[in-house]
């Protein structure tokens, strides 16, 4: 077989099917010794993109379509849904990574089917995100209306409330194989796939570079029924299946820039709210503990984090935490796009981390550090108002409505002119550098007034006791202000 992948956690069934025997996911690998039934090359995605929603629309909904790569190899990775056969209610979702050559194509399938009580993930949903902003039009082919609709339910930001859901099983046995699949370097030799009446160019160039948003999976409606998982044995020990049969997958290029390993097959991701930054270490809020970590790549985190860009938990309608997925097992965070992108996909990144001893975090603070700590909060605060929003600096500890100790930083219009407010609960003690005794402040919205705030509340939560690391930043709509 062209492909050559990982299967731990699967038992293999025959030469082209393994078979999980805790949930009854089902991985097919075919060869078909035809030329690709593809509406469009890897090199027009837009138009690709559209045919198949059309096509897939027919039977289901396509979820997601992206460009990736398998090693070196461009693949197509689709996310697709169809209703159970012959069933009442309940859904099948494939993910599948296609190879197309000129005459021929490789084709890795993940097929999960919902079992007993079905929908639920829809239901919770719905309620948390409202019928009127449920049913969207497809972003690849807005004119579409398919069997099965396209909905927010499906958003990959929501995989990690349902780490067990048939569609979060997909896409993280997707991520695995991103990131361990190989290809044959003889398959890939072959010429490449061009749709009828459309000769290669060879001017054009190799495909163009996979999409970064979070990928989905491939699997042409005509080459993937829904089908019964297949029953097998436990395999004697001589027979477990170990690597695929497929030829030795080649090496990386040694210039690729290490990736992390990630959450492997069958992980447990557990939503996490992320502390503030400091000296390098992270606080990852796990339910009522907080928990300290040190990052491998803070800019990867940095570039996200507290900035409206990751997907958020609700603390009540008006407040609002970034929240993370956090696989232990592996010591990897994933960072979700809290929007899908213009093209519908959620872009995701994804870093590693080191869990360490209070001890070790609380070393990191020096003066410097704590510095850096609230200016970065102070620049988070401006990137807030912005975007029209306030931010709380809180103990983590705060879980619903608004409770003193706080600080909260926001810009607010009046008399015709922004104004940069700081607020607290307690009001700080005497003595409390810049707050002069006073509950709140204000002045002209500046971005040097803005930031200001972050050391502002660096003084205020030093008075009250507060340790930085257990800090966190809650954002929501600007509520009324007192100004003095």
Known sequence: MPIAFDPTGFQQHDQTTWFNPGNGDQVTLNYFDLVPDLPASLDDMPKLRHDLAVTTGEIGCLIEAHLVRLGDVPALFQVVKVPLPNQPTGQAFLGSFTVPRAQSSAVLKLQAVEQGTTGVR??????????DNWVM???YAPEVEGRLPFHAGDDPRYDQQFGNHPLSRVRAWAHHIIRTARVDPRFAALPPFQPAGQAPDPAQGPAPAPDSAAPAAHSAPTQAPVTAPVPVQAPDSDSAPGAHSAPEPSAPEPSAPPVPPGPAVGSTLTTV???????????LWINDECTFWRMTDPDAVLEKLALG??????????RFRDLVALD???STIMLLNRYRSEDGGIASGMTTLTRVT????HEALTTDTLLEAFRWIGRVSVAAAQRGECVTVEPGTHVADLTEPYVMLAVQEHEGRQVSIAQTEPTPPAGTPMWNGMASLNGPATRETIEAGGLLSMYAMNAWGEHPLRLCLTFGPIPPVTRV
């Open 122 to 131: 829809e239901a919770t949903l719905l309620a948390q995100v409202g019928f």
């Open 137 to 139: 039009p497809h972003p």
């Open 273 to 283: 709210v992320p502390g503030v930054p400091v000296g390098g270490y992270l606080p």
């Open 309 to 318: 860009a990751l997907a958020r938990s609700p603390l009540t309608d008006q």
């Open 328 to 330: 232990e097992s592996s």
């Open 358 to 361: 209070g001890r070790e975090a």
